[in-house]
């Protein structure tokens, strides 16, 4: 036994795991073993360090190189360990506690569970074990962490996220049957970032300083961060999926959002811009209306209370005029009273026609469903029978998989088709009354008092899908779902009679 001279020593804990935790090997169970150690050899416990088993690589990376300076700045000789699994478990690990003993023979490393000291002068057989040690630590993380991601692998193949909750999820159930399950408090504020960005009308900056407005936190507390929200934006868990490896798979959780919306987004993120359409202060119309004559933005300014648009310029235009906010608007009242139903009994026609066809459109959904549905057995009872091939060896692996995958998509399909069939009759009810109505209010939402430039903006951005100044004069395309009104609502407004209403509409 080595002659200890300077007495001063640190204990440094870890629990590897929380199973091990839970069997007893608590964090409080090493540190009493360890005192106890220090107290019967007359060391002086200075410092402990202690790494929970919630802790990443990173943070073990930190707490180890933290304790290692602090051993040499402190000028402590003696490191107090349980196990050697329990300092190091890489071989880089291992060389930088050799490197530090060997730099003074007062210094020592105890492992007391397994009654071994490491030290410079170390036997060349106790450097053996030490070596050996080490490695087999070094094997049992590496095979630890090829469980963990056949575990995980076999998790998302079943449908389910292996990790932590996701914010607007909340985690359900006992261990190794942990579910995400919608969070009813952070939910919408998850749905409404989506909803806000596929508008256009926000880039993140601007959603982020919205949220925090409104209230959204993160797991820690903390308002939602940039690169947080984006993160969100990107991640195809909220509508229904499970990005994993670069590869997507089909989650069994509930999704907050449509498959379409997320789409929606992903094209919105894609896009070039510098800055977003507007600001806290902007004008209405900036960065939604081009110049036919170069196609540059029209650029807004206010001049005496009044907001005046003109052409950029940044390309040779011979557009030089300006026009009043006011000429632009009576423009837009024309176009949004020409898609408008024109009093409250068209307006109850269209719902009362919507109603009708929704009941044939329930009758199909299920007739397609059924046969969806026996598509949806015919792939079950492919990737059964495949299975039992590989298992039997009829089947070579190679065959399997690329089998496996090509059943795995169709049933994924089939799946989307019955959700699109199985909840698409009281949307395309719910949608058709609420494109209605915002025609027929879109006027009176705009010149509202109570409406906010942002309130105008989104409006324009439902009604319009682009808009064009050539020389006082306003080109417009609608929206799908407005240019679906233009071609119709002309004929449904000229008649007050329901018979024509249904020919014409139907």
């Not at 036994?1 to 007495?7: G, R, S």
């Not at 220090?38 to 929970?52: G, M, Y």
């Not at 068209?346 to 007739?367: F, R």
């Not at 004069?473 to 609502?489: D, G, N, R």
Request: charged share 30%.
């Amino acid at each position: 036994m080595p002659i200890l001279i300077n007495k001063k020593c640190i204990i440094y804990c870890r629990v590897p795991s929380k199973e091990q935790e839970d069997r007893g090997y608590s964090l409080e169970a090493q540190e009493g073993l360890l005192k106890g150690y220090a107290e019967n050899k007359s060391l002086d416990v200075v410092k402990i360090f202690k790494i929970t088993e919630s802790a990443s690589g990173k943070q073990i990376r930190k707490i180890f190189n933290e304790m290692l300076r602090h051993v040499k700045k402190s000028k402590i000789s003696i490191i107090l360990c349980e196990k050697i699994d329990r300092l190091t478990r890489n071989l880089k690990d291992g060389a930088t506690v050799s490197d530090w003993l060997n730099e003074d023979e007062i210094r020592e490393v105890h492992f007391v569970k397994e009654n071994f000291i490491v030290n410079k002068n170390t036997r060349a057989h106790e450097n053996l074990v030490w070596d050996m040690k080490v490695a087999i630590a070094r094997f049992y993380t590496n095979n630890l962490s090829e469980e963990v991601k056949k575990g995980q692998k076999a998790k998302i193949e079943s449908g389910w996220m292996p990790m932590g909750a996701k914010l607007g999820y909340k985690i359900s159930g006992e261990q190794g049957h942990k579910m995400q399950l919608i969070d009813e408090k952070t939910a919408p504020f998850i749905k409404r970032i989506f909803e806000l960005y596929s508008t256009g009308n926000y880039t993140i900056s601007q959603l982020v300083r919205k949220m925090e407005d409104e209230g959204l936190k993160n797991t820690t507390g903390k308002p939602l961060g940039h690169s947080s929200l984006h993160m969100i934006l990107s991640n195809p868990f909220y509508c229904g999926s499970i990005r994993w490896n670069g590869e997507i798979y089909r989650g069994k959780h509930e999704p907050i959002i449509s498959e379409e919306i997320f789409d929606e987004v992903q094209d919105k993120l894609k896009r070039k811009l510098k800055a977003g359409k507007f600001n806290t202060h902007t004008h209405v119309f900036k960065g939604m209306i081009k110049c036919g004559h170069c196609g540059c933005l029209i650029t807004w300014e206010t001049q005496k209370g009044h907001h005046y648009g003109h052409c950029k310029g940044f390309k040779p235009c011979d557009n030089k005029d300006y026009i009043r906010q006011e000429k632009i608007e009576e423009q837009i009242f024309d176009l949004l009273v020409k898609v408008a139903p024109k009093n409250e009994r068209v307006l109850a026609w269209i719902k009362k026609a919507l109603k009708d066809s929704l009941k044939d459109k329930v009758e199909y959904s299920k007739e397609k469903i059924e046969a969806l549905k026996k598509g949806l057995i015919l792939m079950e009872n492919r990737l059964d029978k495949i299975y039992e091939d590989k298992l039997d060896g009829v089947i070579s692996a190679e065959f399997f998989n690329k089998k496996f995958k090509e059943y795995t998509a169709e049933k994924e399909k089939i799946n989307k088709e019955m959700s699109k069939f199985s909840q698409g009759g009281n949307e395309y009810y719910e949608a058709g009354i609420a494109i209605h109505d915002l025609a027929y209010r879109a006027k009176d939402i705009y010149l509202s008092n109570k409406a906010t430039d942002d309130d105008r903006r989104l409006l324009l951005s439902y009604a319009f899908s682009k808009m064009t100044l050539t020389n006082g004069i306003l080109t417009t395309e609608y929206s799908p779902a407005f240019e679906f009104l233009s071609k119709f609502m002309d004929r449904l407004n000229a008649t007050s009679e329901p018979v024509f209403f249904g020919s014409y509409y139907r």
